[in-house]
């Protein structure tokens, strides 16, 4: 008996199952995956999605199989100048998802140090990881892995980065887009 699958996504707040993914688990295009009642199902999409909040699979039998975020470590970063603290991490291409009073980021223990350095106050907290999109909207911002093994095929998008150097005893050298 083949597995479902599914070669779509769409939106959704319910569906008829239920997985739960990791952000870089929501970063897929081909796996074979398991939902909470232990319903496996190949997903088998034409390009690499990265899924949200509110996507789900659409299996090709018509159950919608809904995409929740999964609790992960993570440092919540707060401060008298979040705007402050916000601008140092986006300037390292980190993703993020911003609430009102604070911050969240995977765990990075030399993020978590630089933000401390620059005032900030950092916990960490296992949490549900829904980070802000890209400047166009819903996908990926520049920290996902464009490595070889995920395949040419699964990126539609170019990168022009022209970088002007200054000095940055974090990061080694500024960026200017």
Do not use: C
């Amino acid at each position: 008996m083949s597995l479902p699958k599914a070669h779509s996504v769409t939106h959704a707040h319910h569906g008829d199952e239920v997985v739960t993914l990791s952000y870089d688990e929501r970063f897929l295009r081909r796996k074979t995956l398991v939902t909470a009642s232990g319903l496996r199902f190949l997903v088998d999409l034409e390009h690499t999605a990265s899924l949200g909040l509110h996507d789900a699979f659409l299996l090709d039998d018509g159950r919608k199989v809904l995409v929740e975020p999964a609790p992960e470590a993570l440092i919540e970063v707060t401060g008298d100048d979040l705007p402050r603290l916000a601008w140092h991490i986006g300037n390292r291409h980190t993703p993020a998802q911003i609430e009102p009073g604070r911050i969240l980021i995977q765990r990075d223990h030399v993020m978590a140090h630089m933000l401390a350095t620059l005032g900030a106050v950092t916990r960490e907290v296992t949490a549900p990881f829904t980070p802000e999109g890209g400047a166009y909207g819903h996908g990926r911002t520049h920290g996902h892995d464009h490595s070889a093994s995920h395949g040419p095929e699964d990126h539609s998008h170019e990168h022009d980065h022209a970088h002007g150097h200054r000095h940055d005893p974090f990061h080694g050298h500024g960026h200017e887009h």
